[in-house]
Nanobody, 129 residues
Framework: QVQLVESGGGVVQAGGSLRLSCAAS????????MGWFRQAPGKERDFVAA????????YIADSVKGRFTTSRDNAKNTVFLQMNSLKPEDTAVYYC??????????????????????WGQGTQVTVSS
């Protein structure tokens, strides 16, 4: 099991940027594909981005493509979500998630909630117009 703690959320004006971090505990972090999801009030938790174990492959949701990127530093057990050109509709709680290393390798990218096993507590991002 991986313990995940997100940080970096806050209030930003439209057009601004934020960088979210997700710190993971456990020795298996480098063996875990990671994902980012977000949930706005009254809405489903939606996929945002995914990154492979090595960081060599990333996949970004169409809704944020060209504005968001994800990366990871396995030496520091941390995954990042860089968010640029933020819009009010990006307002949500952002969650990082880890896919258990024992899970069988499935078709990439991992975009579904049930592709992941461990979740952080979330960090609020609010974009004002």
């Amino acid at each position: 099991q991986v313990q995940l703690v997100e940080s970096g959320g806050g209030v930003v004006q439209a057009g601004g940027s934020l960088r979210l971090s997700c710190a993971a505990s456990g020795r298996t972090f480098s063996s875990a594909a990671m994902g980012w999801f977000r949930q706005a009030p009254g809405k489903e938790r939606d996929f945002v981005a995914a990154i492979s174990r090595s960081g060599g492959n990333t996949y970004i949701a169409d809704s944020v493509k060209g504005r968001f990127t994800t990366s990871r530093d396995n030496a520091k057990n941390t995954v990042f979500l860089q968010m640029n050109s933020l819009k009010p509709e990006d307002t949500a709680v952002y969650y990082c998630a880890a896919r258990g290393w024992k899970r069988p390798i499935a078709t990439w990218p991992y975009t579904q909630r049930n592709d992941y096993d461990d979740w952080g507590q979330g960090t609020q991002v609010t974009v004002s117009s």
